[in-house]
């Protein structure tokens, strides 16, 4: 599984989720939207207009989830 959490700077809700995803031991990707125009574009195609955005792939590659903004419900079903 692969966690990728696409956020920007500043944001309260962002740095919740990077807190709960250590606190679990989750390993995961950071990808800043505000430097990344192809990752801002992929949020945008999810639908998703706030950070962060949070997507779970498989060993595959294959999006198996994704939410955004805190979702504690949706971090704790990862651990």
Known sequence: MTVT????????????????????GIDYTKIDVTEDDSALAFTRELGYMAAPVIVVQDEGGNVVDHWSQFRGDKLAELA
């Open 5 to 24: 959490v696409y956020s920007k700077p500043s944001c309260v809700a962002c740095t919740a989720t990077y807190r709960a995803l250590d606190n679990k």
